[in-house]
T-cell receptor, first 112, second 109 residues
Framework: DTAVSQTPKYLVTQMGNDKSIKCEQNLGHDTMYWYKQDSKKFLKIMFSYNNKELIINETVPNRFSPKSPDKAHLNLHINSLELGDSAVYFC???????????FGPGTRLTVT | KQEVTQIPAALSVPEGENLVLNCSFTDSAIYNLQWFRQDPGKGLTSLLLIQSSQREQTSGRLNASLDKSSGRSTLYIAASQPGDSATYLCAVNSDKLIFGTGTRLQVFP
């Protein structure tokens, strides 16, 4: 009965590869987010989508491209992976902007 | 630019103690403030959300207060238990959620 789910939980890949992380929420929320937690455990927003429309796009390299096929899904595609992309990526959702956010379990990405 | 700071960075207390975690933010123009808990290797669990018009919120042994004008929030944990051991994160919602650096709490038996 998971509210916000992400796949995969762990992702190990080599530099230069392209990978995707999937996120799904079954809460009926309109807004979804991607966050990055770096090695120092600091969490920072990357993107937010409201009803499939991009709302926030932080200063993230354009190798990162979010895609929202529908309101319940927000996937993150990363091209040409670099060592510095190693982090834990969290997906979250909220009913709309400025409401309580619910987080997924995270995807630990390791780039070798 | 909104900045969020949490002190202390780490805290170790014996079981049963009441404790206070502090969060401060630089811009008082916020929509709400959210407290989270993160267990090692796990996701974030939302504990409490305080809207900007509210002064406090309570959930069980947890009580969070908000003083928007002074840019401060506190999370009070009553009668701490070993199961409360985790990292506690404060996040301020201006036009996006800005996280603090967290307080790592250890409660020992």
């Amino acid at each position: 009965d998971t509210a916000v789910s992400q796949t995969p939980k762990y992702l190990v890949t080599q530099m230069g590869n392209d990978k995707s992380i999937k996120c799904e929420q079954n809460l009926g929320h309109d807004t979804m987010y991607w966050y990055k937690q770096d090695s120092k455990k600091f969490l920072k927003i990357m993107f937010s989508y409201n009803n499939k429309e991009l709302i926030i796009n932080e200063t993230v390299p354009n190798r990162f491209s979010p895609k929202s096929p529908d309101k319940a899904h927000l996937n993150l595609h990363i091209n040409s992976l670099e060592l510095g992309d190693s982090a834990v990526y969290f997906c979250a959702s909220s009913p709309t902007d400025y409401y309580e956010q619910y987080f997924g379990p995270g995807t630990r990405l390791t780039v070798t | 630019k909104q900045e969020v700071t949490q002190i202390p960075a780490a805290l170790s207390v014996p079981e049963g103690e009441n404790l206070v975690l502090n969060c401060s933010f630089t811009d008082s123009a916020i929509y709400n403030l959210q407290w989270f808990r993160q267990d090692p290797g796990k996701g974030l669990t939302s504990l409490l959300l305080i809207q900007s018009s509210q002064r406090e919120q309570t959930s069980g042994r947890l009580n969070a207060s908000l003083d928007k004008s002074s840019g401060r929030s506190t999370l009070y944990i009553a009668a701490s238990q070993p199961g409360d051991s985790a990292t506690y994160l404060c996040a301020v919602n201006s036009d996006k959620l800005i996280f603090g650096t967290g307080t790592r709490l250890q409660v020992f038996p």
